[in-house]
């Protein structure tokens, strides 16, 4: 990028405000989010979900940001105040955090994404942007914010929506659109049952990442608008994108690129616990897909000050493959394959694990043997146990995904933890 470029660029972001939609219940992530809002699940061995976002964010030098948050919303909320604090307000950086506070209707809550940013819409004002970016707070991917901002205004379009390329079969849990020769958006069905393919390949579909960029001005006469049409249900994808499309507003596409050079872009919604724990286990394969350690685009989070790992006893016993292992844990000697130990995790001596993500503070017991498992937090996981080896009674017990994923909880577990009243504050993390 050329220096006069770079200034362009840059220019457009400082007159940036970045809304991140934090909000969502994440029903789909079965236990996970029951305590937690889906942008606050632990990620990749030390993050939670929203620092991507949150990340691409600082990497792209937009550093005026709202978090709305909405349903349980604690942990993400104590995530934010303590990794998240260390913007320069002299300079005009801020992150905000903005609870559902039902400015607008005393009687509603939040009833779509278009009408979350609505009743924000006061504090918008408020830091007086030119333009406002959309992001969804539930995504793993990197993505360089100026490029599609540039691209944005140099298409002289009412808003862009960014969007990626996947397989047909996935598209269905997404808006699908059809471009134009230069991009421009000249169709959008939100989840169709039959999405369409883009041309000349009838098994890749064009969709929606849920990052929009408005102007502040047009996106607020839209919201407007929206509200007062009693038949919608206030959101992007449902309402707001097909109706500027009737209008024949312009809505142009943006193809989504990987800011690391020699790697192909990568995107994924983790909206499942299949898609969860794939994108885990991605991130720990020999050439993985998303380079955390990349140290051009950093993922910044919060974590507490915490000794090294700890591989205690091992000798010709041990066995570590494609693993990875977090500050404060302590592992004696077992085999560990495939598999994320978060934080302050302890495992006890004779254990086999594979394809176990174990989520902070989780002890297992000696001998045991895991197979395809996410521990939840601070399960303590009782000597000589055994699951991921008989589907059958692993159900009886457990949440089985449709992928053969097991969620284990303090809960299924026997031992009450963050689902009794009174449990205090950082068991519910």
């Known amino acids: 990028m050329s220096d006069r470029a770079a200034r362009f660029v840059s220019r457009l972001t400082h007159k940036t405000l970045a809304l991140i939609l934090a909000g969502g219940r994440g029903s789909r992530l079965k236990a996970l989010t029951d305590w937690r809002t889906k942008p606050a699940v632990p990620f990749g061995g030390k993050f939670r979900i929203i620092d991507f976002a949150l990340s691409n964010c600082i990497n792209s030098d937009i550093r005026k940001i709202c978090v709305l948050t ?8 104590q995530h934010l105040l303590k990794g998240w604090s260390n913007f ?9 955090i903005v609870p559902a506070q039902q400015w607008l209707d005393e009687g509603q809550w939040y009833r779509g994404t278009a009408d979350a940013v609505r009743q924000s819409m006061d504090i918008v004002d408020s830091y007086g942007p030119e333009y406002v970016l959309i992001l969804a707070g539930d ?3 990197n993505m360089d914010y100026g490029e599609l901002l540039a691209a944005h205004v140099e298409s002289g379009a009412d808003f862009t929506i960014a969007c990626n390329t996947i397989h047909k079969s996935e598209a269905s849990h997404f808006g699908v659109m059809k471009v134009d020769a230069q991009g421009r958006i000249i169709d959008f069905k939100e989840k169709p049952e039959q999405p369409d393919t ?4 009838r098994h890749m579909s064009l969709v929606s990442m849920g990052i929009y960029v408005f102007s502040t001005g047009y996106m607020r006469e839209q919201l407007e608008i929206d509200a007062a049409d009693l038949k919608s249900s206030h959101d992007f994808g449902k309402d707001i994108i097909p109706k500027a499309l009737d209008k024949g507003h312009k809505i142009q596409s943006y193809e989504f690129n990987n800011p690391v050079q020699n790697m192909e872009p990568y995107w994924r919604d983790v909206g ?6 794939m994108a885990n286990m991605e991130i720990i394969a020999p050439d993985p897909p998303l380079d955390v350690y990349d140290p051009d685009w950093q993922i910044v989070t919060y974590q507490p000050q915490l000794p090294p790992a700890h591989f205690a006893g091992c000798g010709n016993t041990c066995h570590v493959e494609n693993a ?15 598999s994320i130990l978060f934080s302050n995790v302890k495992v006890y001596s004779g254990c086999d ?10 002890e297992i017991g000696t001998g045991a043997k895991l197979k395809n498992v996410i521990l939840d937090n601070k399960c303590k996981v009782p000597p000589y146990t055994v699951i991921g080896y008989d589907r059958k009674e692993d159900a009886k017990k457990f949440d089985i995904s449709p992928g053969g994923v097991i969620l284990v909880t303090r809960k299924t577990l026997g031992q009450g933890g963050n689902y009794l009243p009174g449990v205090a504050v950082e068991d519910r993390q």
């Open 88 to 96: 320069n307000s002299e300079r005009g950086e801020f992150l905000d």
């Open 70 to 77: 909405q349903y349980k919303s604690h942990s993400l909320i």
């Open 353 to 362: 694990l594979q394809g176990v993500l174990a989520l902070p503070g989780c």
């Open 272 to 277: 499942t616990i299949d898609a969860y724990y």
């Open 198 to 201: 883009i041309p000349g390949n």
């Open 139 to 141: 995504h793993i991917y």
């Open 324 to 338: 990875m292992v977090s500050g404060g844990c302590v592992i004696q000697e077992s085999r560990l394959v495939n």
